[in-house]
């Protein structure tokens, strides 16, 4: 039994100095230091690495939010590519017969649209969702395009039915775009949209 437990605590550490001398490797190799990566004013988990020459290594899931693009790895190229659309999105209501777009509301219960406008998407889609999240990051609404999505081109609008929602605590509510490139791949985000929530007489 203390056979086993020194063995396995032999590996544990041969394990320890590899990766650690694997990570001095890296740096040396690419004669580079670490570096801490803040998006936003969040740090993320993931350091990047400055090169020697002044250029700045990025590792790409901490930055793909930010980019809010869609992404794909080519094996046999060897490539990333990367695919920007323009997302915009228009929160509205219907008052007397007029579009009223707007950002802030007071809390309380709204009846609205969402209406997403896109252009230059430079590659096929397999489905867009629209989610809206409230301050404590909690789905309130959700929905999910796919069959209006076929035959599109790079350039189409999309409107949601009227959505009823209850807008029940003060703070930033954010609508968020997602599409996914086919129908085995994960959603990116690729746009996102702030409705803020106060109380009356703010």
Do not use: C
């Not at 041969?14 to 190799?29: E, P, R, T």
């Not at 509205?92 to 252009?119: A, N, P």
């Not at 909690?138 to 929905?143: D, P």
């Amino acid at each position: 039994m203390k056979l086993g437990r020194v063995l396995l605590l032999t590996l544990v550490l041969v394990s320890l100095v590899s990766m650690s001398v694997w990570a001095d490797d890296v740096y040396q190799n690419y004669k580079a230091k670490p570096v801490k990566l803040s998006i936003n004013g969040k740090e993320t988990k993931d350091n990047g690495l400055q090169l020697e020459d002044g250029k700045t290594m990025l590792p790409f899931p901490a930055v793909s939010d930010t980019l809010q693009a869609l992404t794909k790895w080519d094996a046999r190229g060897q490539t990333l590519q990367v695919y920007k659309p323009n997302v915009h999105i228009f929160p509205f209501q219907v008052s007397k017969r007029e579009l009223v777009r707007f950002g802030t509301v007071f809390k309380g219960k709204y009846e609205f649209f969402i209406e997403t406008q896109v252009d230059n998407l430079q590659t096929s889609i397999s489905s867009l969702k629209i989610n809206i999240v409230d301050p404590f990051g909690n789905t309130v609404y959700g929905y999910i395009y796919e069959d209006q999505l076929k035959d599109v081109g790079e350039e189409f609008w999309l409107t949601t039915e009227p959505i009823n929602l209850d807008f029940k605590h003060t703070g930033k509510y954010t609508i968020k775009v997602y599409m996914k490139m086919s129908p085995d791949s994960e959603y990116a985000l690729v746009s996102e949209k702030v409705i803020r929530s106060k109380n009356k007489g703010e």
